[in-house]
């Protein structure tokens, strides 16, 4: 019912900037709320932030907090997280989520994108 598409990702240096877009096909978009989540070799996926339904209210991880941005456009199926100031340890597979509940908790997740790759390096 809702597929969900990747793109942005890539391998930058420690400092400088991406953005992950996130194209989503389904009637239902708009009455899922959508999150981001990544997760890194041997480590857990865990949330990087979440935005309900309308937009109006956005969760960040604190590891996060002031360097990433998360939005979407209902009216285009999209969704976009912008990261600046990317550190060594932002490396991991972002991956686009969306869930029928309010909190974008990994257990709840509907539908999950394919991933895409980010790598900070120097």
């Known amino acids: 019912q809702v597929q969900l598409v990747e793109s942005g990702g890539g391998l930058v240096q420690p400092g400088a900037s991406l953005r992950l877009s996130c194209a989503a096909s389904?009637?239902?978009?708009?009455?899922?709320?959508m999150g981001w989540f990544r997760q890194a070799p041997g480590k857990e996926r865990e949330l990087v932030a979440g935005i309900s339904r309308s937009g109006g209210s956005t969760y960040y991880a604190d590891s996060v907090k002031g360097r990433f941005t998360i939005s979407r456009d209902n009216s285009k199926n999209t969704v976009t997280l912008q990261m600046n100031s990317l550190k060594p340890e932002d490396t991991a597979v972002y991956y686009c989520?969306?869930?029928?509940?309010?909190?974008?908790?990994?257990?709840?997740?509907?539908?999950w994108g394919q991933g895409t790759q980010v790598t900070v390096s120097s």
């Open positions: 989520a969306a869930t029928r509940y309010s909190t974008p908790i990994a257990n709840k997740v509907d539908y």
């Open positions: 389904g009637r239902t978009f708009s009455s899922s709320t």
